[in-house]
């Protein structure tokens, strides 16, 4: 088991727990532009704080105790955890949150921690993760949190439209080709070397278990919400007119 430096164990809890915080941030304000009071917007804010801080420390415990390190409890862990959120979106007060004005470009402000993926570069240089995982694993969650606020600025805006579904698309990509490269070079269904045994042990079990389900219904609230939105009219053109000489 390798235990890296403090600082790598900072920079991998400072993401999953921006990201979460950004989080209900972003539903809180959803909930008073959806015409909630501050009280039941703070109070959803804070219960999607405790589901998400609770998950987080739960999934802390587990991969702890090394159980993360067979099969089936890592996959189990995160599909369960991404199930359980989708779930959660459909409860009227989340739902409605969620619809509220301007909610699309203000979802993608969560994905700019994923610039802390340059902790997959790191562990790649001390030499602890293959380049089969750690390159587009860091590379794409870097480009992702980079592009995150730029593209949340032009849906502000009103444009973007376009940018921002190749964003989601891009982010949702990065995610699965990750867990994939991870799942095959981490439980020898790849051989590699090293491996990368690392992500199914602190502190990196708690980026594919309990940040990248919360990245996905993040991606899916977006698309979702571009998708049903009707597109704005083009710009009328001048009829041409001709003069008689």
């Given amino acids: 088991?390798?235990?890296?430096?403090?600082?790598?164990?900072?920079?991998?809890?400072?993401?999953?727990?921006?990201?979460?915080?950004?989080?209900?941030?972003?539903?809180?304000?959803?909930?008073?532009?959806?015409?909630?009071?501050?009280?039941?917007?703070?109070?959803?804010?804070?219960?999607?704080?405790?589901?998400?801080?609770?998950?987080?420390?739960?999934?802390?415990?587990?991969?702890?105790?090394?159980?993360?390190?067979?099969?089936?409890?890592?996959?189990?862990?995160?599909?369960?955890?991404?199930?359980?959120?989708?779930?959660?979106?459909?409860?009227?007060?989340?739902?409605?949150?969620?619809?509220?004005?301007?909610?699309?470009?203000?979802?993608?402000?969560?994905?700019?921690?994923?610039?802390?993926?340059?902790?997959?570069?790191?562990?790649?240089?001390?030499?602890?993760?293959?380049?089969?995982?750690?390159?587009?694993?860091?590379?794409?969650?870097?480009?992702?949190g980079i592009a995150a606020p730029l593209v949340a600025r032009r849906l502000a805006q009103g444009t973007g439209r376009r940018a921002a579904l190749w964003f989601n698309a891009f982010g949702i990509t990065d995610l699965v080709v990750a867990l994939t490269l991870g799942a095959l070079t981490g439980f020898g269904l790849l051989n590699v070397t090293p491996s990368s045994a690392p992500i199914t042990e602190l502190p990196l079990a708690l980026i594919p278990t309990a940040t990248v389900p919360l990245l996905f219904v993040l991606h899916f609230t977006v698309v979702t919400a571009l998708g049903r939105a009707p597109r704005a009219p083009l710009p009328a053109t001048t009829p041409l007119t001709v003069t008689a000489e």
Avoid at 106 to 112: A, Q, V
């Fill in 1 to 144: 088991m390798y235990d890296p430096p403090a600082y790598l164990w900072a920079i991998i809890i400072a993401g999953p727990t921006a990201v979460a915080a950004w989080t209900c941030i972003v539903l809180y304000g959803g909930a008073v532009r959806a015409g909630l009071s501050r009280r039941p917007a703070a109070l959803l804010a804070g219960t999607a704080a405790t589901v998400f801080g609770g998950w987080l420390a739960a999934s802390a415990v587990i991969a702890g105790h090394g159980w993360y390190r067979t099969l089936p409890w890592f996959p189990v862990a995160a599909a369960g955890y991404l199930g359980l959120l989708l779930a959660l979106r459909r409860i009227p007060v989340v739902a409605r949150a969620l619809a509220a004005p301007r909610m699309a470009s203000r979802l993608e402000l969560p994905h700019t921690p994923r610039v802390a993926g340059v902790a997959f570069l790191l562990y790649l240089a001390f030499g602890h993760l293959p380049a089969l995982f750690a390159l587009p694993a860091g590379l794409g969650d870097i480009a992702a």
